[in-house]
C-alpha cells in the first residue's frame, strides 16, 4: 500500500530553503547562492526564492547573474512589480538607461501609487538628460510623500541645476528691466497692439509679460531648456497673461512660421546676450530670425550691441590667468591652459585702469547677416603698469534714446558680469605710448589678442 500524495513540499527543498535563508542572513552570501540554486533546481517555490536570489547577486556585484534571476521571475509572473523595478535599477547600474526608462515606466505603471519607484525613474530619467520628465516625477512621488525630504532635496536640486546662476540677480536687475520696458512700450506704441511679438530665449517670460502689459494681443515665445518654458507659461498664467502669451519648449531655429507662428513677428524681443556678447550663438539667432521668423520691416529689440573695455593691471586677476614659479618649480608652460576670459565683477575684484574706455566691437543686429570680423586697434596707454588683458563689458542700444551698460564703475549687481580677457602673457606699458590689438570676432567668440612685434 502506498502513501497518498502529499501535498506538502518536499522536506528536503524546505529545509535547503531554510539553511539557504539563514547563510544569507549571517552574510554567507556565496552558501547562500548555491543553497538556492539547489532549491530553484528542484523546482521548489521559484517566485519566492528568485526575489531572494537576485537581491544577493547585486550584493555580490553581480549585475549581468542579478538580471538574469529577474528575468527568470519575470517570465514566470510577467507584471511583477518589484521585479520589473529591481531590473530597471539593475538595467541602469548596468549603463542599459534606455531598457531601464522603458522598464521602471511599465513598474510604475503596475504600481502607480508607489513613490520609491517613481523616484526612481526620475532618477534614470534625470541621469538621461531628460530633466523635465524627471522632475515632473519627483513631483508626483512628492505628492505621495509630502515629507520625504530626499525627494524635496531632489525637486529643488534638479530645478536649480537646469538653470544658470545668473537668471535670478538678471531677473532682479531693475536697470536692466526698465531699459527693456521702455523699449518695448515704445515699439508697442509705434507698430500697435495687433503686432506680433516674438520672445527668443524667453527665460522666466519677463520681457513677454513687458510686451503683454505693453498692449501687445500676441506675444510667441521660444525657451529652450524644457524645465525653464514650463515655469515660463506658468508664471504668464499666474500673472493673467496666458490669452495673450504662449510658450514654446524648444530653439527658436525649430520655430517656423505657419506652425508656432501665425504670421512673421512684427517685433523681436530677446535677451540672450552673454557677457563677453556672442556665446549663446547670438548672431547666429538673430540671422535665422530675419531670415525666417521676421517681417522685413520688424523692430528688433536690441538693435545694437557692443563690446566696451579698458586695458587692465591686476595682482589679483593675474594669479588668476597665468602662473610661473611654484614651490620652486617653473610651471609657467602650463599658462597656455589659463582660461582666455574670465567672468569678474567690477566693484568685487581690485584691478588699475591703464587706458580710457574704448569701443572694441560692435554689433548691428537689425542686419540680416554678419561675417566674422578682426581688426587693429591701437590703444593710447594713459598709466603705466603690467597689463594682463582687457575687462570688457556690454552697451547696448534698446530704442532711440534708451540703452543700458554694465560698466564697472557704476554697475553692482545683475546678471551680467564684467569679463577679463586675458592675455596670452603679461605685457609691460608706459603711459604715452599705444599698444596695438586685434579686435574683432569669429561669429562666436570676441577675439583680443596684442599684436606684438
Known sequence: MTDPVSTDPPTEARAALAEAMTLHEQGNLEA?????????????????????????????????????????????????????HEKGLTLHWLGRTDAAIVTLERACALDPDNPIA?????????????????????????ALQPDNLHLRHQVRRLGSGSVPFWHIPMMNDTPRNDAFEDAIKAAVGVAGPDARVLDIGAGSGLLSLMAARAGARKVVACEMEPMIAEMAQHIVAQNGYADRVIVHAKPSTELAVGAELDAPADILVSEILSSDLLTEKVLDTFEDAHRRLLAPDAIVIPRAASAMGCLVASENLADYAFVGEVSGFDLSAFTVFAPQRLPIHGTMTGWERLSDD????????????????????????????????????MHIDLWEGVTFDNHPDRYTDGGWLQVLHSFPEPIDVVAGQTLDIAVGHDRITLILLPLTE
Open 32 to 84: 547562500a547562492e548555491a543553497g538556492y540554486r539547489r532549491v530553484l533546481a528542484q523546482g521548489y517555490r521559484p517566485a519566492d526564492v528568485l526575489p531572494l536570489l537576485a537581491g544577493l547577486l547585486g550584493r555580490l556585484t553581480r549585475p549581468e547573474d542579478a538580471l538574469a534571476a529577474w528575468d527568470q521571475l519575470l517570465a514566470i509572473e510577467p507584471d511583477h512589480a518589484v521585479a520589473l
Open 118 to 142: 517613481i523616484g526612481n525613474l526620475a532618477v534614470v530619467l534625470a541621469d538621461a538628460g531628460r530633466n523635465l520628465e524627471a522632475l515632473q516625477h519627483f513631483r508626483r512621488a512628492l
Open 358 to 393: 574704448l569701443e572694441l566691437v560692435r554689433l548691428d543686429l537689425t542686419q540680416k547677416k554678419h561675417d566674422a570680423t578682426l581688426a587693429r586697434l591701437s590703444i593710447p596707454v594713459t598709466a603705466s603698469g603690467r597689463a594682463i588683458g582687457i575687462v570688457q563689458w
